[in-house]
C-alpha cells in the first residue's frame, strides 16, 4: 500500500476514535521484538513500559508465539461453559506456582480478559464469602476501569460514574515520601496500619468484607510499602475476619523478582487478581483463591469470550519462558543496576526527588524542590517526550498519583546494551529538563 493511501487511513481512523485514553501518544505503533519497537516510519523505540507493564517476557517471544500458533489452528473460541485444554493446563499450572500452603493455598483459579473485570471476579468472590459487605480500599490505589473495579480505586476525577461506585472506605496507604501522617518510617510505628483497624471498626456502615490493594502501587506514583506494612495488614485482616486481595495484575509474572510480589513480603492473602504479564501479549487475567471460599455459580462470572484459547496456550508457554530463561533473575539483577545507576544520578539532579524499586518496577519521583517536595508534574511530562524523541519510551503516574513521577519499567528481556542505553537517555533527558527548569521557575 503506498504511503500516502496508508496515511489517509490513520488520519480517518484518529478522527472517529472515541479515545478512552485522554491524550494519546502521536505515535502508531508497527511492530516489536524483545524490548524494543518500531513506528510505521521505521524509528526504533526502546520500551521502558513493556506497553503498560504486560510485556514481561519482551513483544513477540518466539516461543509464546508459536504456542499462540499452534493453538490457532485447532480452536480459536470456545464457549465459556466447554473446558479445553490450554484452559485445563494453565488452570493446573497456575495452582501450582501459587503462594500458600495446604488450606491457604490460592489453587482455585479463574479466568477472563481484562484486570479490572478479574478484578470485579475478586469482589464478587469476597461478597459471596462473606455474605455481602463493604470494601477497604487504599489511598492511590488503583484496580481496573469497569465500574466495580473503578469503585475500589481512587476517585477518579470523572464524577458523573459516581452514582454507580460505592461501599468503599479508603485509608491512607504508607507512602513514606509524603507521609499521609506527616510522620517518619520507621519511628511512626506505622500509624497508617492502626489507622486502619480503626476504620474497620468506626468508618463502614455495616461490615466489612475485604481489604483490596496492590503489593506495590503502580498508577498511585510507584509506591513501595515497608515490608511491616505487609504483615500488620494480615493480622489486621485476620482479626477482624475480613479478606485480603492482593491485586497482583502489575506486580506477579516478572515484573518484580518473585512469581508474585507477595512472596517477597512473606504474606499470603486470601486472593489473588492478576493479569498483565501472564499472557505474554495475549488478553489473559484472572483470580486465584484459597480452598473455602466461595465458588461461582452459573451466572456470577462468565464471559462469552472470557475462554479464549489462544491467551491459555501462550501463557502456559510464557509461564514456562519465565522459568525456563531465569526472568526473575534477571529482572532482580536488572532491576538493581539501575537503581544504582539512578541513585549515582541522584548526587547530581536536584530534580530526583525519590528513587523507588522493586526488581523492574521502578519510578523516579521528580520535584522542583527537595525541601518542599513540590511535584514536577509539568517535567515529568517533558521528560517523557524528550526521552521519546531520543527513542526511549518511560512511563508515568497520571491517574492517581501526582503525574510526576517517571517509570522504568521495561521487559525482563531487556538487553544490558539497552538497559545502558535507556540509563544513558534519562542521564541526558534530566540534564536537559534540569536546564530549562532552573533559570525561570514559571511553572
Ligand atoms: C494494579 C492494576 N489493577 C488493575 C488494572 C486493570 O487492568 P486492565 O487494564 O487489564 O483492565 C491495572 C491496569 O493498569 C493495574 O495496574
Same mark, same amino acid.
Given at each position: ?14 478522527? #472517529?476514535?472515541?479515545?478512552? @485514553? ?6 502508531? #505503533? ?16 526502546? *520500551?521502558?513500559?513493556?506497553?503498560? @507493564? ?31 485444554? $490450554?484452559?485445563?493446563? =494453565? ?62 480505586? @481512587? $476517585? ?29 518510617? $520507621? ?20 461490615? +466489612? ?16 510499602? $515497608? ?29 518484580? /523478582? ?5 512472596? =517477597? ?16 501479549? !495475549? ?24 475462554? !479464549? ?17 531465569? =526472568? ?25 526527588? *525519590? ?32 526521552? =521519546? ?6 512511563? +508515568? ?13 521495561? /521487559? ?13 537517555? !534519562? ?17
Amino acid at each position: 500500500m503506498c504511503q500516502s493511501m496508508i496515511q489517509e487511513e490513520i488520519e480517518a481512523g484518529k478522527g #472517529v476514535l472515541l479515545s478512552g @485514553w485522554g491524550e494519546m501518544v502521536d505515535l502508531v #505503533v508497527s511492530h516489536g521484538k524483545g524490548a524494543v519497537f518500531w513506528d510505521i516510519e521505521g524509528k526504533e523505540y526502546i *520500551d521502558c513500559t513493556a506497553q503498560a @507493564w504486560s510485556l514481561n517476557t519482551g513483544f513477540n517471544h518466539p516461543r509464546v508465539i508459536n504456542a499462540a500458533r499452534e493453538q490457532l489452528y485447532k480452536v480459536t473460541h470456545i464457549r465459556s461453559t466447554f473446558y479445553s485444554l $490450554p484452559q485445563l493446563r =494453565l488452570a493446573k499450572k497456575l495452582s501450582e506456582i501459587a503462594p500458600g500452603e495446604g488450606p491457604k493455598k490460592l489453587k482455585r483459579v479463574t479466568f477472563c480478559l481484562h484486570g479490572s473485570v478479574a478484578t470485579e471476579g475478586a469482589m464478587k468472590i469476597a461478597l459471596k464469602s462473606k455474605g455481602g459487605g463493604q470494601f477497604l480500599a487504599l489511598f492511590n490505589g488503583y484496580h481496573g476501569r469497569t465500574l466495580g473495579s473503578m469503585s475500589v480505586s @481512587w $476517585p477518579h476525577p470523572t464524577n458523573e460514574f459516581l452514582p454507580y461506585m460505592g461501599n468503599v472506605i479508603r485509608v491512607p496507604a504508607p507512602y513514606c515520601y509524603r507521609c499521609p501522617f506527616h510522620l517518619e518510617y $520507621p519511628s511512626c510505628g506505622l500509624q497508617c496500619a492502626d489507622f486502619m483497624g480503626e476504620a474497620i471498626e468506626k468508618m463502614p456502615d455495616g461490615k +466489612t468484607c475485604a481489604l483490596i490493594m496492590e503489593p506495590i502501587q503502580g498508577n498511585g506514583g510507584q509506591i513501595i510499602f $515497608p515490608p511491616e506494612f505487609h504483615t500488620r495488614v494480615r493480622q489486621i485482616c485476620d482479626k477482624f475476619g475480613i479478606l485480603l486481595i492482593y491485586d497482583e495484575i502489575q506486580t506477579a509474572f516478572g515484573r518484580v /523478582p518473585a512469581m508474585f510480589a507477595c512472596q =517477597l513480603y512473606d504474606v499470603v492473602p486470601d486472593i489473588i487478581v492478576y493479569g498483565k504479564g501472564l499472557g505474554g501479549g !495475549f488478553p489473559v487475567a484472572g483470580t486465584l483463591s484459597r480452598e473455602g471460599l466461595a465458588k461461582f455459580s452459573a451466572g456470577d462470572h462468565g464471559f462469552t469470550l472470557g475462554h !479464549f484459547p489462544i491467551s491459555l496456550a501462550a501463557a502456559l508457554e510464557n509461564l514456562k519462558v519465565i522459568e525456563e530463561e531465569n =526472568l526473575l533473575e534477571r529482572c532482580k539483577r536488572l532491576g538493581d543496576y539501575i537503581l544504582k545507576e539512578l541513585n549515582r544520578m541522584k548526587e547530581e539532579y536536584e530534580l530526583i526527588g *525519590d528513587i523507588r524499586g522493586c526488581g523492574l518496577m521502578i519510578g523516579v519521583e521528580l520535584v522542583r524542590d527537595r525541601t518542599t517536595k513540590e511535584p514536577a508534574t509539568k517535567e515529568a511530562q517533558d521528560f517523557v517526550n524528550e526521552a =521519546l524523541k531520543r527513542g526511549v519510551l518511560f512511563g +508515568t503516574s497520571r491517574y492517581a498519583g501526582l503525574g510526576n513521577v517517571v517509570k522504568i519499567k521495561p /521487559p525482563a528481556v531487556i538487553t544490558d546494551e539497552q538497559a545502558d542505553r535507556a540509563l544513558e537517555v !534519562f542521564e541526558e533527558v534530566l540534564k536537559v529538563i534540569s536546564k530549562s527548569g532552573k533559570p525561570s521557575l514559571i511553572f
